[in-house]
């Protein structure tokens, strides 16, 4: 089945540290891939996504997200985490053709001061 | 610009009961979407429409759930009866085009059957 997987269910990071989730995909061509972030109370906000070309993707807040077909993976970093990136970070992806979008389970990120 | 709009943010019933989301969408976006979020676990489609017409709705337990977008725009999703496994967050996004490549999320209604 198509499928995008997220290992960490949780992830502790100092305030200033560098931060890196794992997202992995199982989709046969190149899938359109996402990184969504979900602060409590709130909807989903879109931090970056990747269609194609270059594969390493700018998003907002500092984040960025390098897809690299041989691992099967679209892992999304920051080189310094604040406070206020505390929050539950969502992959998601689908099939080029495909109309529906696939999460994974998501990574709770907390930061500690 | 004004967000997608859902309500009531917090719900409780009772299994067997009935009840109703409500959503309203982006202005302009013609794709809209009702996720279920289950504690845990990401969301999970139910339903898509395009415009006031159904595109997917493969994963709606359609014995029980109901959705409908009339003229385009708001969207109703009811559960009839309810059960305790649908206690969750029902997230409504809409985006401009089909393919959802960008989705806007309102917060949610967090609905606890008991």
């Known amino acids: 089945a198509q499928s995008v997987t997220q290992p960490d269910i949780h992830i502790t990071v100092s305030e200033g540290a560098s931060l890196e989730l794992r997202c992995n995909y199982s989709?046969?061509?190149?899938?359109?891939l996402f990184w969504y972030v979900q602060s409590p109370g709130q909807g989903l906000q879109l931090l970056l996504k990747?269609?194609?070309?270059?594969?390493l993707v700018q998003g907002i807040k500092g984040f960025e997200a390098e897809f690299k077909r041989s691992q099967s993976s679209f892992n999304l970093r920051k080189p310094s985490v604040h406070w206020s990136d505390a929050a539950e970070y969502f992959c998601?992806?689908?099939?080029?053709?495909?109309?529906?979008?696939?999460f994974g389970s998501g990574t709770q990120l907390t930061v500690l001061p | 610009e004004a967000g997608v709009a859902q309500s009531p943010r917090y719900k409780i019933i009772e299994k067997r009961q009935s009840v109703a989301f409500w959503c309203n969408p982006i202005?302009?976006?013609?794709?809209l979407y009702w996720y279920q979020q289950i504690l845990g676990q990401g969301p999970k489609l139910l339903i898509q429409?395009?415009?006031?017409?159904?595109?997917?709705d493969s994963q709606l337990p359609k014995d029980r759930f109901s959705a409908e977008r009339l003229k385009g725009v708001d969207s109703t999703l009811k559960i009839q009866p309810a059960k305790l496994e649908d206690s969750a967050v029902y997230l409504c996004?809409?985006?401009?085009?089909?393919?959802?490549?960008?989705?806007?999320f309102g917060p949610g209604t967090r609905l606890t059957v008991l």
């Open positions: 202005s302009g976006h013609a794709t």
């Open positions: 429409f395009q415009n006031n017409g159904v595109v997917d």
């Open positions: 989709y046969g061509a190149t899938p359109y």
């Open positions: 996004a809409s985006s401009l085009g089909e393919r959802g490549d960008e989705q806007f």
């Open positions: 990747y269609f194609s070309g270059d594969t």
């Open positions: 998601a992806g689908r099939r080029g053709s495909a109309r529906q979008l696939t």
